[in-house]
Each structure stands twice: as structure tokens, then as C-alpha cells.
């Protein structure tokens, strides 16, 4: 096997489909642990890989191991499976908290890990993720497992004092657009516009704001500006959103989700 899965809930799924999608590894070549039936069940059906209740056989069976639990699960696992794991192969984390320091202390040994983290946009290939390895990983090991968590999302190489921010401003941010999206949709449908009309109106203006972000080059506070013209509407809304404390109360959310994060 190529690639195992130490748990297969929404984050696995979302890179083991996004691996098998664009023709990565086939689902033969990926096998995934899960200690529920219904998991290993539905995860079977959904993309025809190996499934197994063991984590120890999928340490086994693959060469790169993903660490898809939660984090408070890690060290239990570690323990359960560092005696199997060779030096060979490749540990890709996903949990917030989790240093390299940390992780080689659980292992007790040398291995190439690649602490990882995602965002749930990787569920429509649309993801973003930081990746930081270690110093047992060749440039080529690197690459390849770029070349993995490209397939599901956009990837940038961060210094590791930078992933506590990476949770804040991507892990956990799409909790925070949607929540905007959920409000502006609430706001539409008390001016008399349908539920479902009023989310594709909100959603789509989110999606597009984002791309012309991306795609202008333009800074927000210009691309806002073109937006807001003299004595129009937009100004009142955002002079609104001022008074209120929005960039305020968003720009502490993330210092709070980036403190517990480090502290985890």
C-alpha cells in the first residue's frame, strides 16, 4: 500500500478523495483504519480502499501514514503504533498543537514527519494548506508529499512558528465565513427573499470576492474601495460594520483561536 489512513472522518475523506480524483495513488494502493463499523462501512463504499480496525496494520501496509484523529487522540495512538513505524516512512499530521519536537518525543525515534494543516474547503478540492517537515525528509520526499496535498487544496511550505497563525487564518476561518455567509442570508430573507436564494446570493458574493482577491493582486482595502461609492449604499453598510467593531472583533477571534491553538 501506498498511503493508510489512521482514522477516516471528513478531513481523511477529503484528501483521500481528492488523492484518488486526480489519479494520485488508486484507492487499491490507500488502506484506512477506523474502530467504527459504520466508518469503516461508509468509507468502503464511498471510495473503494482497503479498511481495516487496526491501526498497527495500516503502519504495516503503507508507506505514507496520515494521523487523521483528533488531537487529543495522538499520544494513545503514537504509543500504539511507534514501535512498527520505520524509518522509511513518511508521518503526515493534521492536528493544531502538535510540534515536531513533540511528535519525535511521542515516536521516541528518527522518522520523517510532515506536519500538516488543512482546512475543510479541501471537502470541494478547494482546501489550503501548510506543510512543515522535518530535517529526515529529502527535498524529493518533500515534493511528493506536496504533490499529495496538492490534489485536494493550494500548499505552502511554513516555518513551523507560523502554523499556530496557519490554524487562525485558514484551519479555522471557514467557521468564521460561514457564519458571515449564514448572516448576510438572515439579512436577506428578513427584507423578503427566499432562504435558499438568499445563501447562493451570500455564498456567491463571498466566492467571488475571494477570487477577485486572488486573482487582481489588489489589495482588499482598494478592491473595497471600489465598491464604495461617494454618499451610496455600500459606505453606509461599511461605516455600519465599523461602528459595530467587525474588523475589531474578527481580528481578536483569531488571536484567541491562535493562543489556544499554540497552547494545545
Avoid at 478531513?11 to 490507500?30: C, D, F, H, L, V
Avoid at 480502499?49 to 503514537?78: C, G, M, W
Avoid at 436564494?197 to 482598494?222: C, I, N, R
Avoid at 461602528?243 to 477571534?253: N, P
Amino acid at each position: 500500500m501506498k498511503l493508510g489512513f489512521i482514522g477516516t472522518g471528513n478531513m481523511a475523506s477529503a484528501i483521500m478523495g481528492g488523492i484518488i480524483k486526480n489519479q494520485i495513488i488508486p484507492a487499491e494502493e490507500i488502506i484506512g483504519s477506523d474502530l467504527s463499523s459504520a466508518g469503516r462501512i461508509r468509507i468502503k463504499e464511498q471510495f473503494g480502499i482497503h479498511v481495516t480496525d487496526s491501526n498497527r496494520e495500516v503502519v504495516k501496509k503503507a508507506e505514507v501514514i496520515v494521523l487523521s484523529v483528533k488531537p487529543q487522540f495522538y499520544a494513545n495512538v503514537i504509543k500504539e503504533i511507534r514501535e512498527d513505524v520505520k524509518d522509511s516512512q513518511i508521518i503526515i499530521t493534521i492536528a493544531p498543537g502538535k510540534t515536531l519536537s513533540w511528535l519525535s518525543e511521542q515516536f521516541g525515534k528518527a522518522i520523517k514527519i510532515v506536519r500538516t494543516m488543512p482546512n475543510t474547503p479541501a471537502m470541494v478540492s478547494a482546501g489550503m494548506t501548510a506543510a512543515c517537515p522535518n530535517e529526515h525528509l529529502t527535498k524529493e520526499e518533500t515534493s511528493y508529499v506536496c504533490s499529495l496535498l496538492e490534489s485536494f487544496s493550494k500548499v505552502e511550505i511554513v516555518p513551523e512558528h507560523l502554523m499556530d497563525v496557519v490554524v487562525s487564518v485558514s484551519g479555522s476561518s471557514p467557521a468564521y465565513v460561514f457564519m458571515f455567509i449564514e448572516a448576510m442570508a438572515d439579512a436577506a430573507v428578513s427584507g423578503g427573499m427566499s432562504r435558499a436564494q438568499a445563501y447562493e446570493f451570500a455564498a456567491q458574493a463571498v466566492l467571488g470576492s475571494a477570487k477577485m482577491v486572488l486573482d487582481t493582486g489588489k489589495h482588499p482595502g482598494e478592491l473595497k474601495d471600489m465598491v464604495c461609492s461617494p454618499a451610496g449604499t455600500t459606505i453606509e453598510a461599511v461605516r455600519t460594520l465599523e461602528e459595530r467593531g467587525f474588523r475589531s472583533a474578527v481580528f481578536e477571534a483569531m488571536k484567541v483561536c491562535e493562543e489556544l491553538s499554540r497552547s494545545m
